[in-house]
């Protein structure tokens, strides 16, 4: 009697570090950030769409950027036991069999496309397959060939806003691709600072990140070069109409400052702790011109 | 060379068509 107790609670603690280790492929944290930004995007756009309709579309958002993130660790289960910070992952440590992440991330993907495309509209279901793809397919193996692999990832980095403009429009216009393009230059600098405070461990895993290729200076200097593009982009939003001029002053201030941040790496004896804090600066960035942003599409004044 | 590149990816380039079928459908269903 007592081993058959045992047996069932060996059994249900099991399943409940299979459904951890499941929930842990995904990456609840990147999938958070995912989803505020098509939020953002379906906060900007013009139009009304309903709360179910809504939901829908973001509950199809988390469960392909589940099945982006489960597929990427599936691929790159062999690069992540090189990695201190990464070795400790479901797969690298042996909590989930390769096979059950592979169709985990398959069916999640099988399940949302649907539910994108048929739920809220087709446009939807195809930025969110294209967004897969090539976070997937390109972005994943390209990490291990070349520093442009940084390009290629930001590409379906920036497509969540897209699929929150299109939910509640079901079309794309110039002020939509204006939120992608500033994301998709937000990113460069992003993830050139991770890259150059974790050069050593990306040296480890094989992956070919600009610091590792080309070293720490040209790392600065296009960190340097991007945040210049990232302040040009920055007006995108307000040339096309949206935000208004909260928006524009807001995104220059904060555009100079992140600028100044980026120049102030040149210096020699900047290195690790200057390229975490330029990460951390990139994050209030972001949330607070997506917040100024949205602030000026969505308040009355904001637009004046 | 290309048959082993054939017999690694043909699931993926399976699954890339599949992901693509499923909004493409969707645009035809609209017509």
Redesign the interface.
């Known amino acids: 009697m007592s081993s058959t107790a045992e047996t069932i609670d060996d059994t249900s603690r099991d399943l409940g570090g299979s459904a951890r280790a499941l929930i842990e492929l995904t990456k609840p944290g990147v999938t958070r950030l995912v989803l505020a930004m098509a939020v953002c995007g379906a906060l900007a756009a013009p139009g009304h769409v309903t709360w179910v309709r809504f939901l829908v579309a973001m509950f199809g958002t988390a469960l392909i950027v589940g099945s982006a993130n489960t597929l990427n660790m599936y691929l790159e289960r062999d690069s992540d036991r090189a990695m201190a910070r990464t070795r400790t992952r479901p797969l690298p440590s042996g909590r989930l069999a390769p096979s059950t992440a592979l169709w985990f991330g398959?069916g999640q993907?099988?399940v949302s496309?649907?539910i994108?495309?048929?739920g809220v509209?087709?446009?939807t279901?195809?930025l969110?397959?294209t967004a897969?793809?090539s976070y997937v397919?390109c972005y994943t193996p390209l990490k291990r060939v070349t520093p442009w692999a940084l390009h290629v990832g930001a590409i379906p980095g920036a497509i969540p806003p897209l699929i929150g403009w299109a939910a509640v429009t079901g079309t794309l216009d110039a002020r939509a691709w204006s939120i992608f393009l500033l994301l998709f230059v937000w990113q460069l600098p992003h993830f050139l600072a991770i890259a150059m405070f974790r050069r050593e461990d990306y040296a480890a895993a094989g992956l070919r990140v600009l610091p590792v290729v080309k070293g720490m200076r040209a790392a600065k200097r296009e960190a340097v070069f991007y945040s210049v593009l990232q302040l040009a982009c920055s007006v995108l939003p307000f040339l096309t109409g949206l935000g208004g001029f909260v928006y524009l002053v807001s995104a220059l201030v904060l555009g100079v400052g992140f600028l100044v941040w980026a120049v102030r790496g040149l210096a020699p004896d900047a290195g690790t702790p200057w390229a975490r804090s330029l990460f951390i600066a990139s994050m209030p960035y972001l949330v607070l011109v997506s917040a100024a942003l949205v602030a000026g599409v969505l308040l009355p004044s904001g637009g004046s | 060379m290309t048959t082993q590149l054939i017999e690694r990816w043909w699931p993926?380039v399976l699954?890339?068509a599949?992901?693509?079928a499923?909004?493409?459908?969707?645009?035809l269903?609209?017509r």
């Open positions: 398959v993907a099988l496309l649907p994108l495309t048929f509209n087709p446009l279901g195809l969110a397959a897969l793809i397919l | 993926w699954f890339t599949v992901c693509f499923i909004p493409l459908a969707g645009f269903c609209e």
